[in-house]
């Protein structure tokens, strides 16, 4: 087989993940007392509060970061795009490179904002994962088509679209770079294949 497509049935591993992030919104909400709106105390313990991370080494929290978020807003948005482009990467990659893509995105950008941003930051969110999961699909197009520039093009454009005030742009672009580069990677590796297979067929 030159290419492997998944199909439409296999969305299991993105049901999961908004499951588990409207949980957590759901019990952060209902702890700090305000669905609306979570409260800077829940924020402090499972958000990526820079100055706990550095000085009392809660690295766990550039994990849990990625499954708590601002507000009903930020939650809703986040989770409509997850579904998206969720549905859209499984049914290109294999479970696996889902979690490279994702979970490679997302620890990353808190790496990263941990490193670059002030100590007293508090960061939260999905959105560096969801920027992976974005350019990996935009990437693996253009590779597998032979039009990575345009595709690098598209992707900036809609990164410039989502700068703002209070966004964690450091995030969102290393998730994205994480997804172009897995993207990239994955599309030229089944344009090979299946120049691979026509010489074979030949």
Not at 47 to 76: C, D, E, K, T
Not at 173 to 196: E, H, T
């Amino acid at each position: 087989m030159m290419f492997r497509y998944y199909g439409e049935k296999r969305e299991r591993l993105t049901r999961i993940l908004i499951v588990i992030n409207v949980l957590v919104y759901v019990a952060a909400g209902v702890i700090g007392g305000n669905l609306i709106v979570i409260s800077d105390n829940i924020l402090v313990v499972l958000g990526q509060f820079n100055y706990l991370v550095l000085r009392y080494g809660m690295y766990y929290q550039i994990f849990s970061a990625m499954f708590i978020h601002l507000n009903i807003l930020h939650l809703g948005l986040n989770m409509l795009w997850l579904y998206f482009l969720g549905r859209s990467v499984e049914r290109l990659f294999s479970y696996k490179d889902y979690l490279i893509i994702y979970f490679g995105g997302g620890l990353l950008g808190n790496i990263l904002t941990l490193v670059m941003f002030p100590p007293y930051t508090i960061s939260a969110g999905a959105s560096g994962a969801i920027f992976s999961l974005f350019g990996a699909l935009v990437m693996f197009s253009g590779a597998f088509g032979g039009d990575v520039k345009n595709a690098l093009f598209y992707a900036m454009i809609i990164f410039l679209m989502n700068m703002g005030f209070g966004v964690n742009y450091i995030a969102h672009a290393a998730g994205l770079i994480v997804g172009l580069l897995y993207g990239y990677y994955k599309g030229k590796a089944y344009a090979r294949r299946i120049v691979y297979y026509s010489y074979s067929y030949y």
